[in-house]
């Protein structure tokens, strides 16, 4: 017989996962597994052991769909996990249970609006290099000043430390030690 399984989080020590695991219990979670660290984390000791308690057909039940993830793509995510492994989720402030065809309705209009959410995103970076070659600018890493390149080789073979020759002109230090490995030159002793 399928099981409800509660999943209480809270994300630092000074708050407590009581008042959610008594609302898991009031709607028919037989065993909450719990975890006390950040959403950011998802190294999740108490989410994996419930994930490994759970069998095809339980339910996974959260107060609130933020419990589980940080932002629409982490869960999605997550909701795909559970409906391949047959695992519904039970959302009780946002009433969503996917176990239901209205549930798992919701869910699919979710992953839908992340998709625009990434298309859009997508659109607007490429309206913005257009736009950016359209006034003349090169979008992306500028070409190597070769002129600043050579001048900082010859401070360098002038005993100048690789650092500093690249702090004078104003170039980054990591690409005269590239370039310094690439024509095979070694630093100054």
């Given at each position: 017989?399928p099981?409800?399984?509660?999943?209480?989080?809270?994300?630092?020590?000074?708050?407590?996962?009581?008042?959610?695991?008594?609302?898991?219990?009031?709607?028919?979670?037989?065993?909450?597994?719990?975890?006390?660290?950040?959403?950011?984390s998802?190294?999740?000791?108490?989410?994996?052991?419930?994930?490994?308690?759970?069998?095809?057909?339980?339910?996974?039940?959260?107060?609130?769909?933020d419990?589980?993830?940080?932002?629409?793509?982490?869960l999605?995510?997550t909701?795909?996990?559970?409906?391949?492994?047959?695992?519904?989720?039970?959302?009780l402030?946002?009433?969503?249970?996917?176990?239901?065809?209205?549930?798992?309705?919701?869910?699919?209009?979710?992953?839908?609006?992340?998709h625009?959410e990434?298309?859009?995103?997508?659109e607007?970076?490429?309206d913005?290099?257009?736009?950016?070659?359209?006034k003349?600018?090169?979008?992306?890493?500028?070409?190597?000043?070769?002129?600043?390149?050579?001048?900082?080789?010859?401070?360098?073979?002038?005993?100048?430390?690789?650092a500093?020759?690249a702090?004078?002109?104003?170039?980054?230090?990591?690409?005269?030690?590239?370039?310094?490995?690439?024509?095979?030159?070694s630093?100054?002793?």
């Open positions: 017989m099981d409800i399984l509660g999943y209480a989080r809270v994300s630092t020590g000074d708050q407590d996962v009581a008042g959610q695991t008594m609302r898991l219990t009031e709607a028919g979670a037989i065993k909450t597994f719990t975890d006390v660290m950040s959403g950011r998802m190294d999740r000791p108490g989410l994996t052991a419930l994930l490994a308690y759970a069998r095809s057909g339980d339910t996974l039940a959260v107060v609130r769909l419990r589980l993830g940080r932002s629409l793509a982490e999605l995510s909701v795909t996990m559970l409906r391949e492994r047959k695992i519904a989720l039970l959302s402030e946002e009433k969503i249970d996917t176990s239901s065809a209205a549930g798992e309705l919701i869910f699919h209009v979710f992953g839908a609006i992340a625009f990434r298309r859009l995103i997508s607007r970076t490429k913005g290099i257009a736009a950016a070659r359209a003349g600018r090169k979008p992306g890493r500028q070409p190597l000043d070769v002129t600043k390149l050579n001048a900082a080789l010859t401070l360098i073979q002038a005993n100048t430390p690789p500093e020759a702090r004078q002109l104003g170039l980054g230090r990591s690409t005269i030690y590239r370039e310094m490995r690439r024509l095979g030159i630093r100054p002793a």
